[in-house]
Structures are given as C-alpha cells and as structure tokens.
C-alpha cells in the first residue's frame, strides 16, 4: 500500500460565456495524472508555469475541487475531503510559494503559528506559547519575536514562519509548491537544507511542486515531469537526469546551467543540437493537440509518455 | 526536549512587541491637529448633550405652551420658543441626543448587516455571490426617500427602534458593496488558503483572519456613514417624516422653517440646529478622512 | 458591446418586476385602495368591506396585481382620490416642471464641475485648488436641505433676488415671452442650490482624474516628444478625464431623485416631489404609489445608463 497514491487524477475549470454565462468550455488545468509517495522520500512535481504541477498539489490537499480520479492517502480515500478537522487535514499541510501573502498581514507570529493548534488541540495560553516557541526554535527563528507581526520579518525568514506553521501540528506529508521561488538565491539554500533537516527529524515525506531543476535534483528521490496537465516523464532522479527519454524532458535537462566555464561551449551545442531535435520531433512526441500520449514504462521505475509504435 | 526549552522571559517578549495596527491609526490621528480637535468636539458635544438630557424632561420640552408662543431669545428661553411656545435650547439639546442616538444605531446596524453579507457574498464567490448581489442591486434601485417616507406613513405606531429598522433596511448595501469587493481579493491571498489546509473552518477565516484585514475600511466607512446618516435622518424629520414632533430631532426644528415667516423672521428656531448639523458632519468627516490618510499611510508602509 | 448590452437590459426585468410587487405590497399596507383610488382611505372599515365586496377588491392578491399591472400597461395609474382626475394626467402636469428643474440642474452641475474640476486638478496644490477642494470638502458635509434653506432665505427672502415659491408667476398667459422668462427666473434658484451641492463629488473625481492622469507613462512620453502645454491638456488628458464622468450621469438622474423631493419642498416648487409629499401628507395614496412606481423606474434606467456608458468607457467592464 502506497503511503499516498493519486489516480488518474483531472481538474478541469469551467469557461464561462454568452448572455447567460453558462459553461462554454473547460479548461483541463490537470487531465488524467497518476504518481504514489513513498513515505519519508520527496516526490518532485517539474513543469512550466501553466503545466498544472500547482493545480496538482491542491486538489490533493483540498483547495482545488476535483472533476474525477481518486487521491488515497494511507489508504483512505480522501479525494473528497472537505471537513475542516479531520485527521488527513492534520496529517497533510502546505507550504505556499509566496511567502508574503501567505502570512496573515494582521496577525501576531504568535497568532499565526498556533492556528492549527487551536483547530485541532486544547492547550492552554500559556502551553500553547511555549509550543510556538519551540517551533520557532526549531525553525531557527527568535522565540523572543513572536509578538512581531509578519511584515516585520525578511522573506526568507517568513518562510520559516510558514514552515513551522505547516509542522506544528506533526504531520506527516507536506506539499510544498514552490517554497523557495520567491526568495532570494543566497536564502534559497539555507531554506531547502533547512527543509531537508526537519524532513529528517520528523520523519517528513514531501510532494515538492518546482520550476528549477536544479533545486528539484538537489530535493528529490523521485521525479514526475508535466506539460499541459498531464505527464510527460516519471522516475528516478538518476532516471531523469541522466536518461532522459521523452523529448521535453530533453530539453529541459539540457537547460540546466552548467557553472564550469571550460564546458561553455560544449553546452551551447549541445543545447542547440536538443532543440534542434525538439523542433523537428515534436510531432512524434505530442499528439495533434500538443498534449503528451500516455505513459509507457520503459523500466521498472521510469516512464515515458511515448506514442503507440506503427 | 528539556523541561524549560522555549519558555522565554516575558520581559523580553514585551521588548520585542510590536505595537498593533490599530494603535498606530490612533497614533496618526493624535497628530492630525483638525481630526483630533474635531475628535473633541464631537466627544465635548456627546457629553454634553447625553448628560445634559438626563435632567431636561423630553415631554415638558415637548408640552405645548400657548402663553409663550414664538418668543425670541431671552433670559427664561435663551434660543426664544416655537410655535408651540416650546423652548428651542431645550429641543435642541435632546434633538441632538435624539440624531446621535440615530446615527449611530443605524451606523452600527447597517454595518453589521453589510459586512456580514459583503463578507459572506465576497469570500464564497461564484454562485452565492450571484445570487447575493442580484438581492443587493434591488435595494440599491429602490427609491429610497420615498420608500422610507412611505413606511414612515403608514406604519402607525413607531418608535426610535422601528424607525432606524427601516432606515437601516435600505442603507446597509454601500457597505456590503464595499466590503464584498475587498473580500473577493482578499479571499484569493494565500493566508486565506493556508487557514484551510489548517483546518480552519470558513467560518473561522471569515471572521477572524480576513476580518482584520478589512478593518481600517469598516472604521473608515463607517465614520463617514455615521454623517450621511445623521444627513438623512434629519433630512427625513425635516420633510416631517422622521421622528414625530414629541421626539424632536434637529430635523424637526430645521422643518418649522418650512414655514416661509419662520424661516424669515425667526431665525432663532432654524439657525442655531443647521449650523449643529453643519459642525457635526464636518467633524465626523474631519475624523474620518483623518483615519483614511492614516490607515493610508500605514499601507504605504507595509 | 451588445452582448453587455442584452444582459444588462435582461437584468432589468426582474428588478422592475420586483420593484412593482414592493409597491404593490406597500400599496396593500396603506389604508383604502390604494391601487384604484376609487374609495375614500378615510370611510369607515364597515362600509369599506362593503364597498370593496362591490367592486370585486376580495379577489386573491395575485389577481389584483394581474389587474393592476394590466392597468399600468395601458398606462392607467389609478384615479386622484383628492382631484377626483386620472393619476397620469395628474403626473402629466407635474413631471414636466420636474423635468425642466432636472435639466436646469444637470446643466449647473457640469457648467461648476467641469472647469472647477479642471483649475483644480491642472494647478493642483496652487491656493485655487486649495479653494476649490475647501469647497468641495464643505459641500460633502452640507445637507442639501440646509444649504437649500440658507439659498432661499439669502436670495429669496433677504436679498428678494428671485421668487421663493411656484414655478411661474400665477396670471402670466403661457406662451408669452414673460411667461418663459418667469419659468426661468423660478428656476434658477431650486437648481442651482441642488447643483452646487450634488456637482462637489464630480469635481473632486475630475480633480483626482487629472492628477492621475498627469502622472502617466503616456502623457510624459508626450511631453517628452515636445506638445505644448496646452496641446497635451486638450488632446491627451482632459480626453481621458472626462469620458469617466460621462458615465456619472446615470448616476446623477438617481441622486436628483432623491433631491428633488427636498428642493421641490423647500422651493414651493410644483413638481413631482411636491407631488408625492402632498399626497402622502392628504392620504391620496394612489398617486403615491404611482409616483414611487415612477422614481423607481427612473432610477432603474439611470443605472441602466450609467452602465451602458461606462461600459463603452471602459472596455474591461465589458468582460464581467
């Protein structure tokens, strides 16, 4: 039993049009996407802007509604899970991209951090102080601090925030989309190894939604790589970096920044010869709409969305 | 985990407190001279009349007096009498007491109404918000005045209460407009997202997370209401379809000057209520285009 | 545009419908039959039931409104309890005074607001803006009826400018030129009192308009390319300040309703506010409801306008 395992998983947004504002059209923000965690390892979700990756982690968590599939989580099925306080709700929390609109710019630290505490536990004041101010410990963050509101804190330093509001409650899976993109790179890593540090501690498992490469291969044990709503590639990380098989995943492998100068050129053909083949094969890759086929494993743990041959 | 890890020296905490939004609005508004003068006089006034009025008799105000009808302004009347013989500084009194009492019931009322329905139209959106709005548009075409007089006429027995009831049942949509629109951008913040994933009920984040953010509006609009519904409300008893002549408002005393030799030989009777009315509302406005520029300020600071 | 266009006029019809069942149900409340007109609100409850069983007034309540709403369509608004005549020739009388009073004062609200709002938002933060804005912030607190009252005691009753009630020297022939010039003179004083006091929200939005405009990428840039001063205010800015305000005019038909019933009062003015407080105050309360009916509809058109032109204003609109 997969610790968490989404099938065929759609999200389609309704168009509205004409006089009466009835649908028109959907727009199929996620269309048939299935993946399993395994517990205690991250899961990395890679996509453009606009591929459905972000879409993908909130219909799991419960913020975007499902149109069909099934998301079970310890074998519960909790695809439509809506109630406020239920345990799944406990067990599964979130780090959002934006780390200053993520913060209530209204409320104390204090405020911010014990709000699942007081949706699911009964401490009192004075207990529920304290367990803020181990979180923030824990987050390497002042204790002194927590009265401040959150305006007061640097980007990087309100991630933190939100990270500890995301464990306070001890859960078991975090989806964190984009946690990092918005910070600045000096601060990007001090924040993942920070999140590989208390994924160790407290035994985390992690879905992490990201654009940058670089980051995710620095993250993640397993890799699903989407273009408009569905899968492209699916695998290991060593699958996907050094055997990548479908063509956008090519592409993008080939774009990751290469620091050693002497190999500077090498690169430019070496991307351009990618591309080259990106323009002339798309066709064999995509179907007539531009969307991938469905996926074929080529291995035991890699899969490649590839067409029917002949 | 040691016993003692994480608890922190609350001298040190209060140290590090950072002083509340509306605190730092107050701050502002302290130093606005004008607002806070006119803060003041508003306070001044209040006083005044709410504890002058415990010792004036409303119905010996209100009691017809034949030998003593319109006097001008002397010792024993010091704003002269009406046609009624009824002394005016009295009336005056209890009819400011009378509009603030109003203003501010319909104030409050209308704000309750109007952020709970701003709130809950906005935040869910979609369908609720269609059909709430839908409602909101048609008591936003209703003829307002004329209904309001309508009612006035013919419900027979009314009272403060019944009165700002039904003011209040055709005042609370500007609010519920505005308060709905910064919700529906308010609703698509992280934060609110977030208290989800926390397990926050809707309810919850309604009220105590996208609240607050919309707190300097509420105070805001509701201070510059407060005027405009002290406007209306003597503007109603002025047409004489307001409070009747035995509550007096600073409507009433403005409507015996309906009368053409009132109004151009008895000056005592209309003049001393309509600059009343005047200084009111420029205070009230003072104060509260004071406490917009503040809570302005404080945006801009982040 | 016509899509917008379509919905919005569809949006119309439940408002007016409900307008009407409001009406309706406040025309059930007031005493006698107030539909019809044609009983005494005043008679007796005992003969009242008899004379409602007469004239077939037990009906359920859906089919007198069937009846009524029938009658409105063939324009028959009830009959004048008090002048014994047709409520809509009654109306025809009024709403025509009412009409010139709502021109004259629309006319004085952008005659004052247009080039105050322009002086004021060109030379902003000059001691004539701040004069200006003085104004206009005095005018936000200023009660129209108060303003009224003070207006009409200065100019009617003090200085004797101009007439203090009617809207036409009783005995002049109509036709005549002194007739006209009467009308006039009665004019001119309710509209103006209503117009400087409704016309400080347009000056301060044309006001606010320029300075923002002023600040725009586009204006620079044509600065920049070298327009004179008086090119890049006529061409460029006034050309995108004041096409907003054309849409305050839908708005302005919904405020002068409510003004006129003021100003008609204060002014002795023979229009349809007038109308409508006497009625109310002589019980004759079929041209109450006829009269509401009628605001109200006005009203819904003036949104329905203020809609229209802001939509061909601003596109974006177009789209929600």
Redesign the interface.
Known sequence: MAFLEVKDLKVHFPIKGGIFGRTVDHIKAVDGVSFELEKGKTYGLVGESGSGKTTTGRAIIGLNNITSGSVTYEGQDITNIRRAKSSVRKDIQMIFQDPYSSLNPKKRVLDIVAEPIRNFESMTKKEERIRVQELMELVGLSPESILKYPHEFSGGQRQRIGIARAVALKPKLIVADEPVSALDVSVQAQVLNFMQDIQKELDLTYLFIGHDLGVIKHMCDHIGIMYRGRYVEEGTVNDIFTNPQHIYTKRLVAAIPDIDPNKRAEQRAFRKEVQTEYEQSFNDYFDEEGLAYDLKPISDTHLVALPEKG | ?ETN????DEK???????PS?ISIIWRELVKDKLAFGSLIFLVLISVFVYGTAIFLDQDEIVTVDLFSIHQPPSEEFWLGTDYGGRDIFGQLIIGTRNSLTIGVLVTLMTGIIGIVFGLVAGYYGGHVDNILM?IL??F????????V???V??VPKYSVLTFSLIMTAFLWMGIARLIRSKALQEKE???V??????????FKIMFT?VL??L?SLIIVTMTLNL?ANI?LE??LS????GFPESTPSLGTL?GY??N?QT??FRWWI?VPA?VL??LL??AI?NVGEALKRATDARQRR? | MWKFTVRRLLIMIPQIIALSIVIFVLAQMMPGDALSGMIDPNVDPERLEELREKHGWNDPWYVQYADWVGGLMQGDLGQSFRFKMDVTELIGQRIVNSFWLSLATLLFTYLIAIPLGIISGRYNDTLLDQTITGYTYIGFATPLFIFGLVMLWVFGFMLGWFPTSGSVTPGLEAGTFEYFVSKVNHLILPALSMALITTVSTVQYLRNEIIDTKQRDFILTARAKGASESRVYNRHILRNSLLPIAAFFGFEITSLIGGTIFIENIFGYPGMGQLFLESITMRDYTVVTAVTLLFGIASIVGALLSDIILSLVDPRIRIK
């Not at chain 2, 890890?5 to 922190?8: L, P």
């Not at chain 2, 040190?12 to 950072?18: D, I, M, R, T």
């Not at chain 2, 936003?140 to 209904?147: D, E, K």
């Open positions: 985990m890890k994480g608890v922190v040190a905490l209060k140290a590090q407190k950072s939004g839908r548009d048609f936003l075409v209703l003829p307002f005045m004329m209904i007089i309508v009612f006429a013919i913040l992280d934060y997202q977030a208290s989800k994933t926390l397990g926050s009920s809707n997370q607050p953010n707190s005027a406007g003597s503007g002025f047409l004489g379809f403005l000057a309906r053409p109004l151009e209309w309509s009315i005047l509302m420029l406005r982040g």
